[in-house]
């Protein structure tokens, strides 16, 4: 199919059909869409970017919904990104977080998209950061980005986000767990949802004896409480992300924060379009299979054969 040469500025106008058009393009690594991408850039940086992770079943989308509704009662034009696991066979989204958002399908002032991860371990695939930049581009002031769930590994949403909200729920241990493993330091806000849970207190008391262990800074994390398919208490989570918002912007910190998730984006793109390049590279190198023939016969150890393919590749020789 070609591609519509005004789609760029059909898509700066806040064109939804653009804007769904372009996400596909970039979904599908065609060039016309990195082109795309190179042409609108400039124009990014006016949305405010929410990243939302938690563990499974915490209901990160009922709450995304509830915030959508927040925001459009504000006359905000919102725009939500949920990222799911893939499908083993159609390489897809697999969950499709877009039913838990049905009743805002008709709204125009409501751009939502689900995308499959395609196996990044930190949960974003480098075609949903394109995505949110598109988003961002295309005039959206607010852009929800929707984990897969939260692990030891899911942790580079901090690098993509202006604000990062982590969802738990009482009585799931493994998600307090994983605030000790190393999940602590990502939220600037924390949501224990369904509220109305008897435990609710246990684990708000548990978190907050997690994170005074961890290294205090000027923004004090805050633990709130929602009931999200009531939408009880979504107004002061709300009320809090506008003030997260205002207070990294007077510190000076939103912009410090965006340059490193930029760098974290240059590298994590570069980073993926190497692996790619050596993986199709090496397919078709028997040298290659005899470096993996020593490996598995104990004559070379995985880190120096790994070395001897940088080696190759940066000599520019094209070979093992």
Do not use: C
């Not at 125009?108 to 950061?129: C, Q």
């Not at 998600?175 to 246990?202: F, R, W, Y």
């Amino acid at each position: 199919m070609a591609v519509d040469p005004n789609l760029a500025q059909r898509l700066l106008d806040g064109d939804r059909r653009a804007l769904a058009r372009a996400i596909s393009l970039v979904e599908n690594d065609d060039p016309a869409g990195w082109a795309l991408v190179r042409e609108v850039y400039p124009h990014t940086g006016r949305a405010t970017v929410v990243g939302v992770t938690g563990a499974p079943g915490a209901g990160k989308s009922t709450l995304i919904g509830q915030l959508v509704k927040n925001r459009r009662a504000a006359d905000r034009s919102v725009a939500v990104l949920s990222i799911d696991p893939s499908s083993p066979f159609t390489h897809g989204a697999l969950l499709g977080d877009r039913i838990r958002l049905t009743e805002h399908f008709l709204d125009a002032g409501v751009f939502i998209r689900s995308m499959a991860n395609r196996g990044a371990l930190g949960g974003l695939s480098e075609a949903s950061l394109q995505a949110a930049l598109l988003m961002d581009a295309a005039g959206r002031d607010d852009v929800f980005l929707e984990t897969v769930g939260v692990g030891q590994a899911e942790v580079d949403i901090i690098d993509h986000a202006d604000t990062v909200l982590l969802v738990l729920m009482p009585g799931g241990g493994d998600s307090v767990q994983a605030l000790k493993a190393g999940i602590m330091e990502i939220p600037d806000i924390i949501v224990v949802n369904k509220a109305d849970h008897p435990l609710t207190q246990t684990m708000v008391r548990e978190i907050r004896g997690v994170l005074s262990l961890a290294p205090q800074g000027p923004w004090k994390v805050p633990i709130l409480q929602t009931e999200a398919v009531d939408g009880r208490g979504v107004d002061e989570l709300m009320d809090k992300l506008v003030e997260h918002r205002a207070f990294i912007q007077e510190q000076g910190t939103l912009s410090e924060r965006r340059r490193r998730n930029l760098r974290s984006e240059v590298l994590a793109i570069a980073t993926g379009r190497m692996r790619r390049r050596l993986e199709h590279k090496l397919t078709q190198d028997d040298a290659f299979e005899r470096l993996i023939d020593d490996v598995v016969s104990r004559r070379m150890d995985p880190a120096s054969a790994a070395g001897a393919i940088l080696a190759a590749e940066l000599d520019g020789d094209g070979g093992v």
